[in-house]
């Protein structure tokens, strides 16, 4: 072997990250990961969360409540064991508005933040796009790339398996905190009226149903508000957690 192609393999060596396979994959949440309290506590708790939303149908049988369904006797009634939570306005149970709520959210939250990072990582679009862009051109000329040109790799494998590998940090971590974002802007456009409307449920548009009766009835804005909060914190401590495990340096 020639001393210029050994170079060249022993740069790529030290170089090449493989791609997040399940041996690098349990690595990184053991090693890495699980070093962060908080976000571990973050996605435990957004998946209980995910799984309560999800739920929602069959806590409303097993509790037989319809939370669709208006009871003007009922209305504004406190936390009982009939209604955990208590009633809202229209005297729905505000448990199960607040389930229903999450699923729109959240499913909101992640669906968009998941199209973004796909599209932004293949065709060039916004924020991940912009990201996703910087990291390659700096990669680019990366020494274990020009390392893998000079010993013949193509502009497809370098891509893929080079390039993209070492990029997927910053994907998953925009796209965990986009979720976060996502969150807050349906949540504005509901409450100005212009996102998720009624009868369906969301936690912006219960805020803004509820922003008349702040005074009289505070904790229809308090649950819904509250579980905007800890969603997006949750979010974030995640993809801070998640940038440390995934960065290439450490």
Known sequence: MTAPRADAETLLAAGLRRPLGTTRLRRTLRQRLLSHP??????????????????????????????????????MQPPSAAHWLGTDELGRDLLMRLLEGGRVSLGIGLIIAAAAAVIGTLVGWTTVARLVRGATLSLREREFVRAALALGAGPVRIMFVHILPNVMGPIVVSTTLSVGGIILLESVLSFL??????????????????????????????????????TVICCNFLGDGLQDALDPRA
């Open 193 to 230: 009226g212009l996102g998720i409307q009624p009868p369906m449920a969301s936690w912006g548009n219960m805020l803004t149903n509820a922003q008349d009766l702040i005074w009289s009835a505070p904790a229809l804005a308090i649950w819904p508000g509250l579980m905007i909060f800890v």
């Open 38 to 75: 908080l976000a571990v506590a973050s996605a435990a708790l957004l998946l209980a969360l995910a799984l309560l939303v999800l739920a929602a149908p069959l806590i409303g049988i097993a509790l037989r409540i319809d939370s669709e369904t208006p009871n003007l006797l009922m209305r």
